[in-house]
Each structure stands twice: as C-alpha cells, then as structure tokens.
C-alpha cells in the first residue's frame, strides 16, 4: 500500500471514529436539524433514546513472536527474554450496538530465537498506533436480550509498527545486526531520545478477538488475542528462503522471498465506559429509561425505548366503555315542533310553525306582550327569552310579509328591554352546493338584521348572526314541507349574561 493511500484511509477513519457530530448524522436514522435543537446535536448519541457511545480501554499481556527467527513452538529458546510483554491503550466510538471504531496505541518488546539454521535471537522494543473497527459478534448472533452482560467483538484494522531489533548469536551474545543499520535499514521514524536509538517504520494489519463481562455501570473485564501481521520481513532481521544462511540474518530486503513477520498478544483488557448517568441491565434483562443512559455497546435504543401500547380490539372497546359518558336524554338534541326550544325543555311541544314561543316553549301572542310593555313607560329590566322563525321561499333572502308583524313587535321589545340581545341563525335545505347553500343563510341572517334596523332598532350592536347552510336541517328534506321549514332564520332572544362568551360576528 503506497504511504498516501494510507494516509488517506487513517485520515477518512479518524473522521468517522471521533468526528460523528462533525457530520451531524443519526446511525439510526433519526436526524433533527432544526435551529432550535442545537443542544442534541453535542450529544453522544443523536437517537430518540440517548446513549452513551464512548469508552477507553487500557490492556496488558504477553506478547509471542511468530517469523523466521522463532522455534515452530511458543518456546523462545534459551537466549530469547523470557517475558515479553506489551500494555497498550484504546479510545472506542461505539457507532451502532453492532459496529464500533476504535484508535490504538501499543508499547512493548518481543524476543524470539532460533538455533538452527541461525544460531541467533532477537530483542525488539516497539511502538504501534493503529485503527480497528469492531463487530459485535454476540448482539450480532444472538441479540442483546441473551447473555446480556457478555459481549464478543471481532476487529481488524490498520497501523504501523515502529521497532528497534538487535541480533545476537546465541552462546557468544555478539551482536550479528541490529534493524536501522543504513542503508539497508533507513531510519525512518527520526530520533527518539527516549529510547537512545532510532526507530524503522513497517505497516501492521492487526485482527483479533475481545471478549468482555460488564462489571459495572462504568467497567468491563475483558480478555484479548490479537494477531498482527507486518508487511516485511524486517523485525527478526531474516530475509528467509536463502541458502546461504550465514548471511540470512541481516540481510535487510523486505522484498525477499522470506515470510512475513508477525507477532501475538494474549492481553486482559479493563474498559471505562464513559458518558453521563450510566445504567445497565437490570437482572431481570429490563432496561429501564428512568434508569439513566445505557452504553450503545451493551444495549440497543429499541431495547431502551417504552413501546407504543398497541392494545387488541377486545381491550380498545373495553376501555371506551370505561370512559364512555352515560347515554344522553335524545329529547336534549331533538325539536319536533321547529320552535328552537329543545323537546327536553318543551312545555308546549306542538306549537304551529313561526309561533313566537317563550324559553319553555310555550306559544305567546308578542303583539299584546309588547303592548304590556310599552303600557309601563318604562324600560323592562328584566329579559325574557323569546324564540320564533322567519321562514323563505326557494333561492330567496327577502323576508316574507307575514313575518313584518313579529319583527316590528321583536323591534319595540328589543328597545324596550336594554338587558337583551338576539342571534339570527341562518339555513337553507340541501338543494344546490354546499358553497352556495352557506352563502345563502348568510345573506337571509343579514336580510333579517338589516330590516331589524330598518324599523327602528335603536342598538343594532345586539344583534349578531350565525349561518349554517344545510348542515343544521330543521326537518327530513324528502318531503316539500320539510324543505321549507328548513329555509328559515332563527330568532333566539336572549340576556346579555347569557351571550357574555358568545364570539360575535
């Protein structure tokens, strides 16, 4: 792989594993770019259900060598150090419960040795920074409801490996070479004082397998083996495949024909899951919400989330009837006799048609009660409730002759009595569009209120309208007789502390 290829594939990692927010993209689809919701937007998990997604890991185990310069054995030979051991350090970006991205950093040594063909071994400190991304093999396989508090990861990656290999021969320790002797090994990684030597560069490719047990809200123990595979030669400073082996040992190509060097760790691992409020599974397998945030490597927004109650037809009704409101008395939404007094409260449930009837329903003669009225030369402080109809011919708003009577008797009694005020509801029956039907009830309410004040209303602000159109039919519309009761205005007067929410017009 060519240096700037790689460096583009690190760089296009590092965006994904540790600028998500960057991109202000919801793993599971569930976006808000709203100005008003700026705050979600830094969270760690941009979902319906918060969670938190991050962790670091610190590790620590045995390392083992596997190349030319090594038994076909795990021993490493008299010669070699018998403890090699690495530590190293990792920062988790948890992107769905199934796939995470991690950045690695390694340190350590390894030593190996061989007595034939070679009669050498090897030290080598090194240093390795790397880019993994995992699989969650356990949610992926059996879901996160089973062996809840288990989880196997699979990862691979890429990075590169610094080292610094000396050579020895076994039995005199004479160093045959050593890894950054130029120019066969060119120094690639600079000085690092820290270490007194310089350090050569070789691409890693490291897989593996993680297996941890949650602990706690915060910590999981884990176990690890990783396998990482280098793209020469160079570490144990073999070429392999010569035949000449006293020159097999540091002739330094990493185009040989020799095997690829690798090398092992058997390490346990403590993650700190990072994040506010953690939570974990209870033991009963429930994720409660009021419990805190759950760590998306352990639990699934789905698995967190209340779900929707999707009741059964049998449960709905059985609710409805629960709440369902005792049955109302029909004769409090019927009118039989069209006089706008409700049957419930109808004293005088047969009255004729356009009778002028009091709040009980029951007919009066409005010429002799104005008559009574007017005979106090005093205005009436009280407001009596007065109802009647106005009805029209098909298609018209001009208000009939025998209606005059009663709107001129509604005029003097409305003047006579500052204490009320009168809607005017208008109708028409179901001929024609509604559009035009609405149009026409409107204009027969207005007709009314304009003859009101054309006879001598002294506060047409009293008088407000309402209008309908068909939707309010006084009577069947399958008969003529029906039809006209239902072209009609109505005439409800009323107090003004009755009208106090009335909207207006």
Same mark, same amino acid.
């Given at each position: 792989?060519?240096?700037?290829?790689?460096?583009?594939?690190? =760089?296009?990692? =590092?965006?994904?594993?540790?600028?998500?927010?960057?991109?202000?993209?919801?793993?599971?689809?569930? @976006?808000?770019?709203?100005?008003?919701?700026?705050?979600?937007?830094?969270?760690?998990?941009?979902?319906?259900?918060?969670?938190?997604?991050?962790?670091?890991?610190?590790?620590?185990?045995? %390392?083992?060598?596997?190349?030319?310069?090594?038994?076909?054995?795990?021993?490493?030979?008299?010669?070699?150090?018998?403890?090699?051991?690495?530590?190293?350090?990792?920062?988790?970006? $948890?992107?769905?419960?199934?796939?995470?991205?991690?950045?690695?950093?390694?340190?350590?040594?390894?030593?190996?040795?061989?007595?034939?063909?070679?009669?050498?071994?090897?030290?080598?400190?090194?240093?390795?920074?790397?880019?993994?991304?995992?699989?969650?093999?356990?949610?992926?396989?059996?879901? %996160?409801?089973?062996?809840?508090?288990?989880?196997?990861?699979?990862?691979?990656?890429?990075?590169?490996?610094?080292?610094?290999?000396?050579?020895?021969?076994?039995?005199?320790?004479? @160093?045959?070479?050593?890894?950054?002797?130029?120019?066969?090994?060119?120094?690639?990684?600079?000085?690092?004082?820290?270490?007194?030597?310089?350090?050569?560069?070789?691409?890693?490719?490291?897989?593996?397998?993680?297996?941890?047990?949650?602990?706690?809200?915060?910590?999981?123990?884990?176990?690890?083996? $990783?396998?990482?595979?280098?793209?020469?030669?160079?570490?144990?400073?073999?070429?392999?495949?010569?035949?000449?082996?006293?020159?097999?040992?540091?002739?330094?190509?990493?185009?040989?024909?020799?095997?690829?060097?690798?090398?092992?760790?058997?390490? =346990?691992?403590?993650?700190?899951?990072?994040?506010?409020?953690?939570?974990?599974?209870?033991? !009963?397998?429930?994720?409660?919400?009021?419990?805190?945030?759950?760590?998306?490597?352990?639990?699934?927004?789905?698995?967190?989330?209340?779900?929707?109650?999707?009741? %059964?037809?049998?449960?709905?009704?059985?609710?409805?009837?629960?709440?369902?409101?005792?049955?109302?008395?029909?004769?409090?939404? %019927?009118?039989?006799?069209?006089?706008?007094?409700?049957?419930?409260?109808?004293?005088?449930?047969?009255?004729?048609?356009?009778?002028? @009837?009091?709040?009980?329903?029951?007919?009066?003669?409005?010429?002799?009660?104005?008559?009574?009225?007017?005979?106090?030369?005093?205005?009436? !402080?009280?407001? =009596?409730?007065?109802?009647?109809?106005?009805?029209?011919?098909?298609?018209?708003?001009?208000?009939?002759?025998?209606?005059?009577?009663?709107?001129?008797?509604?005029?003097?009694?409305?003047?006579?009595?500052?204490?009320?005020?009168?809607?005017?509801?208008?109708?028409?029956?179901?001929?024609?569009? !509604?559009?035009?039907?609405?149009?026409?009830? $409107?204009?027969?309410?207005?007709?009314?209120?304009?003859?009101?004040?054309?006879?001598?209303?002294?506060?047409?602000?009293?008088?407000?309208?309402?209008?309908?159109?068909?939707?309010?039919?006084?009577?069947?519309?399958?008969?003529?007789?029906?039809?006209?009761?239902?072209?009609?205005?109505?005439?409800? @007067?009323?107090?003004?502390?009755?009208?106090?929410?009335?909207?207006?017009?």
């Amino acid at each position: 792989m060519k240096k700037n290829s790689l460096s583009r594939f690190l =760089l296009l990692g =590092l965006l994904v594993a540790f600028a998500p927010d960057l991109l202000a993209q919801d793993i599971y689809g569930l @976006v808000d770019n709203s100005q008003t919701d700026k705050k979600s937007r830094r969270r760690s998990y941009e979902g319906a259900v918060q969670m938190n997604t991050w962790s670091a890991t610190v590790r620590g185990g045995y %390392t083992h060598f596997f190349g030319e310069l090594t038994s076909r054995n795990f021993s490493r030979g008299s010669a070699a150090k018998k403890g090699t051991f690495a530590a190293g350090l990792s920062i988790n970006k $948890q992107l769905t419960n199934i796939f995470g991205v991690s950045g690695n950093f390694d340190l350590g040594n390894l030593s190996s040795s061989k007595k034939d063909v070679y009669n050498a071994y090897f030290n080598a400190n090194f240093f390795q920074g790397s880019l993994t991304f995992d699989v969650n093999l356990k949610s992926l396989v059996l879901g %996160t409801k089973k062996l809840r508090r288990l989880k196997l990861d699979a990862f691979g990656g890429i990075g590169y490996m610094w080292f610094n290999t000396d050579v020895f021969e076994i039995g005199t320790d004479r @160093v045959l070479g050593y890894s950054n002797n130029p120019p066969t090994s060119p120094k690639t990684s600079g000085k690092w004082t820290d270490f007194g030597s310089d350090y050569t560069r070789d691409l890693v490719v490291p897989v593996g397998l993680k297996l941890d047990y949650q602990l706690t809200k915060r910590l999981d123990l884990g176990l690890m083996a $990783q396998l990482n595979f280098l793209n020469s030669s160079k570490l144990d400073m073999t070429k392999g495949g010569s035949t000449d082996h006293n020159n097999a040992i540091f002739v330094f190509n990493d185009k040989g024909d020799g095997r690829r060097d690798r090398w092992g760790q058997l390490a =346990l691992t403590l993650t700190y899951k990072i994040g506010r409020n953690p939570a974990m599974v209870t033991k !009963d397998g429930k994720y409660p919400p009021e419990a805190g945030r759950y760590h998306l490597r352990w639990a699934r927004p789905e698995d967190v989330a209340v779900p929707i109650y999707n009741p %059964t037809m049998d449960t709905a009704l059985a609710r409805v009837k629960a709440i369902m409101p005792p049955p109302v008395d029909p004769r409090l939404y %019927t009118d039989t006799d069209g006089d706008s007094v409700a049957d419930l409260f109808d004293k005088e449930p047969a009255t004729p048609p356009n009778s002028v @009837v009091s709040g009980g329903g029951v007919a009066m003669d409005l010429n002799k009660f104005v008559k009574d009225i007017l005979d106090r030369k005093k205005p009436n !402080d009280t407001c =009596l409730e007065l109802f009647t109809n106005v009805e029209f011919r098909t298609d018209q708003a001009v208000i009939p002759t025998v209606s005059y009577q009663n709107l001129q008797n509604l005029v003097e009694y409305l003047n006579a009595s500052p204490d009320c005020r009168v809607v005017l509801v208008g109708h028409a029956d179901r001929r024609e569009s !509604d559009a035009y039907n609405m149009r026409l009830s $409107q204009r027969r309410s207005t007709s009314v209120k304009k003859y009101l004040i054309k006879a001598g209303l002294k506060d047409p602000s009293r008088v407000l309208i309402e209008y309908y159109g068909e939707f309010k039919p006084q009577a069947p519309s399958a008969t003529a007789e029906g039809l006209q009761a239902n072209r009609r205005v109505q005439i409800k @007067v009323r107090a003004n502390n009755q009208w106090r929410d009335y909207p207006g017009n």
